[in-house]
């Protein structure tokens, strides 16, 4: 999923590091980074010369890996670092940001030690850039690249802030399925999670909420960099991707973190609020009926079914059933007008938030009543309104969120939200 009109952070390696970069790479899409990378991007059959300097001009900031073997890199130390210092000078809010990942002295020598430009030392000198600095010491490599790209992650929101206007809207594409759909529109950054909830027909299942904890720490890192460079400011979401993820993104951004949303749909083009403070309930847009068939009164927790495109109680009946799940309470919501695909398409401005609203004040009602335990909530319909619904899941709890899974011809358990 590559929107050619994404503006990239160019990642700059040596190929010695390949592996490493192709973990550092993962971490930086998990998070929004647009990253232009060689193994990815290089079009097959075109001069490399000519295709990394045309993607080096375009490029909205560097990330450097450094290491021994990038410093012995003519590419690296020269061609790819000239690029950067050019970009620089033209533009001040572009980025050059390294990642040590030997000793910054160790790797600052091997670069000096064989620099081409003697005249001009000053040039090679990337510890006097904010960076990141690899640190093994009661860390492992995995979670120091995740930290690494958090940082990565704020200096590039850092530079899209210094080139917009205030009042702008950071517009953040959400991807787990391909498609041309994102294609369309001007992202800023695009949360790519296509290789952790593959194809079931090619490389396998989704995920499951033990294995989600890095995509989780993914939005926090996007939160938390919003919250230093962007704060205050509108978010766009285009998802184009598993409900489980828009549900996801949404909930990092809910309505008390002081963000407003709007969210476009990318199949119809249509867009809906999502203000920071709640509307009224639209709750005439909404039938909601107790399963007193799968609520238990020793049980535990809320199963909540959303069936908006479809109806899918007995499915999630069978499910139930099948992994010995006993709710205390069990609620359905249907479009009063019946399930369908075209069930939200009267919905208007902000009439689907409204509607939204109705979902989640029917849920806190029930945890009123004394409804402990996790909610547990199985959603069939569009990823624009999972997004308005995870806007507002806010003091309901542990939330286990769930995808239907072609290959099991069932539902599954894939991400748990954790709200206070």
């Known amino acids: 999923m590559n929107p050619d009109h994404l503006e990239r952070v160019f990642l700059s390696y040596s190929s010695r590091d390949r592996g490493e970069v192709q973990e550092l790479y993962t971490e930086l899409r998990r998070r929004g980074v647009p990253v232009w990378w060689d193994s990815v991007n290089l079009p097959r059959g075109r001069a490399t010369e000519t295709e990394v300097a045309r993607a080096a001009r375009e490029a909205a900031g560097f990330a450097f890996y450094l290491t021994s073997n990038a410093a012995a890199s003519g590419w690296v130390r020269e061609t790819e670092r000239r690029h950067a210092l050019a970009n620089l000078s033209r533009d001040h809010s572009l980025g050059i940001f390294p990642v040590f990942r030997e000793p910054i002295d160790e790797v600052m020598q091997a670069v000096l030690a ?31 690249l995740r930290r690494a790209a958090a940082e990565v992650l704020r200096s590039f929101v850092r530079t899209v802030a210094e080139r917009v206007p205030g009042g702008a809207l950071m517009r953040v594409g959400a991807a787990t399925r391909g498609g041309p759909r994102l294609r369309a529109y001007p992202l800023d950054l695009l949360l790519d999670w296509s290789g952790d909830f593959p194809d079931e027909m090619g490389t396998g299942g989704l995920p499951s909420p033990s294995g989600s904890a890095p995509l989780g720490q993914a939005l926090q890192d996007l939160r938390n960099a919003l919250a230093h460079e962007w704060p205050g400011h509108r978010l766009q979401i285009v998802p184009q991707c598993h409900l489980a993820m828009a549900f996801a993104l949404a909930f990092t951004f809910r309505r008390n973190s002081g963000y407003e949303l709007e969210v476009v749909n990318p199949h119809t083009g249509v867009s809906w609020d999502g203000p920071g403070q709640p509307r009224a309930a639209l709750r005439d847009f909404w039938s909601v009926a107790e399963e007193d068939q799968m609520a238990r009164s020793d049980g535990d927790g ?104 072609d290959s099991q011809g069932t539902f599954v358990p894939v991400f748990d939200l954790k709200s206070s």
Do not use: C
């Open 302 to 405: 809320i199963v909540a079914m959303l069936g908006v495109s479809r109806t899918i109680t007995a499915q999630v009946r069978k499910k139930l059933s099948a992994a010995g799940l006993r709710p205390r309470r069990a609620v359905v919501f249907e479009p009063s007008t019946g399930p369908g695909p075209a069930s939200l398409s009267s919905l208007s401005g902000d009439e689907a938030h409204r509607a939204a609203i109705a979902v989640t004040e029917a849920l806190r009602a029930l945890r009123e009543e004394g409804t402990a335990g996790p909610l547990h909530l199985v959603y069939a319909g569009p990823a624009p309104f999972a997004v308005l619904l995870g806007q507002q899941l806010s003091n309901l709890g542990m939330i286990r969120l769930y995808e239907w899974a």
């Open 114 to 144: 064989v620099a081409t430009d003697t005249k001009h030392l000053d040039d090679y000198d990337f510890a006097k850039y904010h960076g990141f600095v690899v640190d093994l010491a009661g860390s492992s490599l995995t979670e120091e």
